[in-house]
């Protein structure tokens, strides 16, 4: 049940409101103060009134720099491993290894042989040193635990690392700073560190705002865990959203999701598609999919929305060419969404 | 010739410093500190430092919110008329219409014929009057005219009016702010407004920045004029850039161009398709032909910009989603740009 609104009490998590404050100036310029705008045309399509939290216009084009740079100003400003490493489907590794090159700390990035190679080669030309692993995202996990123990870099686990989630959660109080009631913020489901972030950062500054963590049918493991109160790991994803598909929800995050978010829906892979399609004709974005996650959950559920004033935060826009235009341009010439 | 390197002098032009600064508080923060970011991918494949400068991420998904920003605060702030028309190909349109609906001023837009449906569609939307004119921006621009002398509206005439030039100017402002070392700045030039305001900050602030404005060939009334250094006319425009294609440049504007700009290249329209495409590749930025002219300059200038530091201003993102695609992804299939 949720606390009553006049109550600003705190969620038992984790996370802590001052470190995410004190992340702030730690954070380059250059991945804070995201644009946060109305978009007329796509509320319009959509019956309420969208603001789009955008995420994309940076070196590393998703919302992970913010994240990487916390972890990296604590490797430069404390004693410890100068060196990190970690499994990363391509954002995470993209983000580290350009707040590593601009802060003299090497980067290793282990991924899945299924990674998005576009993100892979746009790590390298960052400079960090890419292991590819035969398997998927928790097979280069487990890569990555072994070679922190074994060469002493610092191991960045995405969402188990608190500076993630931390990072992550200054959207939340840009979003709440900002100042403009908001009924719901919609949020990419993945392994949790953006959506406990910013959950929480609303949950103990905002606590009526809705959180509504949308994850693909695909790739369920988080959702299904939180429905279950329990972690509940899967064999295997079937998604195009690389970005949030794992397959073993880490149980203490699972713990700190399930303190803020409100509604967790899984949604289709058509709805992902056509999510990304009325981001581009309707507000002329470029996402990967995992970023339109939050659209799709409102092209699912239309009714829960309609009239209301709801944010979806744009996570990313690292999405091949050829893919997208394959999912967004040519797979459907049906003009009316 | 170009002052030593040294002074400080500002250049004789209708603009003023204290104006531009004084136009900052009063345009809305939705319009304003927008991103400018290095782009790596760009950046290789242009084989120099690309920073792009997002005027898209915005409700209107253009730079013109600043000028018509700066242009509504007057009209509020001072004794005088309380509605505005403007001939607007669309993009002031839209900002105008968006800015009086802020703040309870009526806007009429006039259009020629020629006007982007998707961009009247929307000022409509934002509760603005539309008036189709059978003819071109030029023949718009005289019934606008006529209808403010007959009905005693403030009229708006982009680039002629000083506050839609200070208002872009504020561009300028926060590009020189930000403090990193810039070659070159690289403008679409239409009726001179973005490159006049840009220009003259630079010319200010930071003068030893080259000023590049880039104009398609196929309406390079303004390129003309500044390279005869008197007003040259054009009988038509063959451009898809339909932001920047005029025919008849303001003399008191082109005054202002010659004051502030340094080179102005004319530029092809594949050059210009050849942008759009490398900006939806490389950067994952869906633009409008005019936003593409800076890559367009560059492509067909390159070894102008080998090894610099230059900034291209992303200035509008409304472009119908079919022309998108049938420019930049189904005309050519050819990916290795």
Redesign the interface.
Known sequence: MLPPKQTLSKPQTRLDLERIKSAVPRISP?FR???Q?????LG?ALDCEVI?K?E????V?CFKGRGAETVMARLTDNPGPKSAVCASVGNLGLALAYSGQSRGISVTVVAGATANPYKLE?IR??GATVRIVDGDFDDARHLARQMADSEGAFLVEDSENLDTCEGAGTIGLELIEHGDPIDAVLIALGGGALATGVGYAFKCLAPTVEIVCAQPKGAPAMALSWRAKSVVETDRTDTIADGVAGRRPIPAVLDDLLAVADHVPLVEEHSIIAGMRML??HA???VEPSAALGVAAMLEDRSRYRGKRVVTIICG???I??DF?KWV?KQDDD?SL
């Open positions: 250059v103060d995201t644009p705008y109305a978009c007329p045309a319009d789009v955008l994309t216009a940076n070196p084009r746009r030309a960052s581009y004709r002329g974005l470029i826009s690292n999405v060419a050829t235009e341009i003009i």
